[in-house]
């Protein structure tokens, strides 16, 4: 399991979304080895007024928040943040000091889905990778 959000400026954000989410989506799958149908992502594109952010970042600036199960290795994680900065750098042409990405990890015990806690659930993917 893995929720994204995504923060940025609206008149930038919004034209690329869905680019985005592929992009996200493909670098999530590799890493993590999820199942194609577990994409969550929202996104949260804000007014100038809403976001500041250092005089060094430009108007692409992206916050890419993840909340996960724990389990992954330290590796992976940096996998994982390595390659979603190459390719949302690559394929959005979006420079690597405007991306952002910041992993939450919590028990499985902390979540609720489909109407149980995370540790009852029976997965189709591993978490420990």
Same mark, same amino acid.
Not at 11 to 27: C, G, M, Q, R
Not at 50 to 62: E, I, Q
């Given at each position: ?12 954000? !919004? ?11 493909? =670098? @999530?799958?590799?890493?993590? &080895? *999820? ?7 929202r996104f949260f594109p804000l007014d100038k007024s ?9 108007? !692409?600036?992206?916050i890419i928040e993840i909340s996960m199960f724990e389990?992954? =290795? @330290?590796?992976?994680?940096? &996998? *994982? ?42 997965l189709n993917y591993k978490v420990e990778v």
């Open positions: 399991m893995a929720q994204i959000k995504v923060y940025g400026l609206a008149d930038k954000l !919004n034209p690329v979304k869905a680019e985005l989410s592929n992009t996200i989506h493909a =670098s @999530v799958l590799e890493v993590l &080895q *999820l199942t194609p149908e577990k994409r969550f992502h809403d976001f500041f952010y250092p005089s060094d970042r430009s108007d !692409n600036y992206l389990g992954r =290795s @330290v590796e992976t994680k940096k &996998q *994982l943040i390595r390659l979603l900065i190459k390719n949302i750098s690559e394929k959005l042409n979006i420079s690597v000091y405007d991306i952002e990405i910041t992993i939450f990890e919590t028990p499985k015990y902390n979540w609720g889905i489909r109407g149980l806690p995370g540790d009852e659930l029976i």
